[in-house]
């Protein structure tokens, strides 16, 4: 059974900085790796940024320089550095996880709770 609990969230002001921690049990980070997706109020949820088993990062473009994916395989956990806010990134941000197939990683099928950010100009 893989449980994902996010933690990190809260409240920052436009050019500030927060850490995401996306805790894992069950799932080894070094097989299929971990995404990060948003929220926000009336849209639908977006993919963000993703690491792969080897490491390969991927953000979506507007937050490319602004955040960092990386994982503690060791500690099975996943983060994401967010810097430079602005206030389009509120949202409530997901941890994700893939399942793993005997082919290969498939779609990202479990999801943490969600951990709310607030950027305020």
């Known amino acids: 059974q893989v449980q994902l609990v996010e933690s990190g969230g809260g409240s920052v002001q436009a050019g500030g900085s927060l850490k995401l921690s996306c805790a894992a049990s069950?799932?080894?980070?070094?097989?299929?790796?971990m995404g990060w997706y948003r929220q926000a109020p009336g849209k639908e949820r977006e993919l963000v940024s993703s690491i792969s088993g080897d490491g390969t990062t991927r953000y979506r473009e507007p937050v490319k320089g602004r955040f960092t994916i990386s994982q503690d395989n060791a500690k099975n956990t996943s983060y994401l550095q967010m810097s430079s806010l602005k206030t389009e990134d509120t949202a409530v941000y997901y941890c994700?996880?893939?399942?793993?197939?005997?082919?290969?990683?498939?779609?990202?099928?479990?999801w943490g709770q969600g951990t709310q950010v607030t950027v305020s100009s």
């Open positions: 069950g799932y080894i980070f070094s097989h299929c790796g």
């Open positions: 994700a996880a893939r399942n793993l197939l005997s082919a290969g990683c498939g779609a990202f099928t479990y």
